[in-house]
């Protein structure tokens, strides 16, 4: 079974608007870590934002946030204002605590932003 | 930025050739990544390090080794290349000990073509 799935391969928005991104997770483990990444063109990967298993809010970082929702196993990437440097690929990532040091990547999203 | 430096950063070898990535770090962490990223598999980790001689697989290792000596230096080596492994390879670094320490930096990537 995928450990991280992301549904979307490719999203569009118009510039301003908010989008979000999904992703969904596999584990069996109570603790854990999820992470976004951002993919430019350009080619670097970017991170973008955490949440563990334990935190009782929804992680954010400037626009972006993450919306956390334990029992769907689901921590969808909300991005605010989009910009258009905002187009690129974004990755969903998960690192299971208690069972081996391997971070599991989705196969991403691409996001293109309209002007 | 988080100091990762990854040497080549492109090249192209012939099928059956050993070939050695560099990846390099001035932060001192302890973990260190080597990815590979094809087009619909996102990254996929191929081996880690959690200290210095110490390494462990990931889920696409075969025909992969890597060394680990120095704390700043991982090295990825291709016993014998072949055109399977055509990729962009990806190091990544981690404090590691739990939570948002495991958030992986990276560094820029390695283009490599196997002819």
């Known amino acids: 079974a995928q450990k991280i799935t992301q549904t979307q391969p490719g999203m569009f928005v118009q510039e301003k608007e908010a989008v979000t991104l999904d992703c969904t997770y596999d584990?069996?483990?109570?603790?854990?870590?999820l992470f976004w990444y951002k993919q430019p063109s350009s080619g670097e990967m970017i991170f973008l934002i955490y949440?563990?298993?334990?935190?009782?809010q929804n992680a954010t970082e400037g626009r972006y946030s993450l919306n956390f929702q334990k029992a769907r196993k689901s921590a969808n990437l909300v991005i605010s204002a989009s910009q258009l440097g905002d187009s690129a690929m974004y990755f969903c990532?998960?690192?299971?605590?208690?069972?081996?040091?391997?971070?599991?990547f989705g196969t991403g999203t691409s996001l293109t932003v309209i002007p | 930025d988080a100091g990762i430096t990854q040497s080549p950063r492109h090249k192209v070898t012939e099928t059956g050739t050993p070939v050695t990535l560099r990846c390099h770090q001035t932060?001192?962490?302890?973990?260190m990544y080597w990815y590979r990223q094809d087009p619909g598999h996102g990254l996929r980790l191929i081996h880690y390090?959690?200290?210095?001689?110490?390494?462990d697989k990931g889920e696409v290792s075969d025909g992969y080794s890597v060394s680990r000596s120095k704390t700043e230096d991982f090295l990825l080596t291709l016993e014998s290349a072949t055109s399977s492994q055509t990729s962009v390879y990806f190091c990544a670094i981690s404090e590691g000990a739990g939570g948002a320490k495991n958030i992986q930096y990276f560094g820029a990537g390695t283009r490599l073509s196997v002819l």
């Open positions: 949440q563990g298993s334990y935190d009782q």
């Open positions: 990532a998960m690192r299971e605590e208690n069972t081996g040091n391997q971070f599991y």
């Open positions: 390090s959690y200290g210095v001689k110490d390494t």
């Open positions: 932060e001192n962490h302890r973990y």
């Open positions: 584990t069996s483990d109570p603790s854990y870590g």
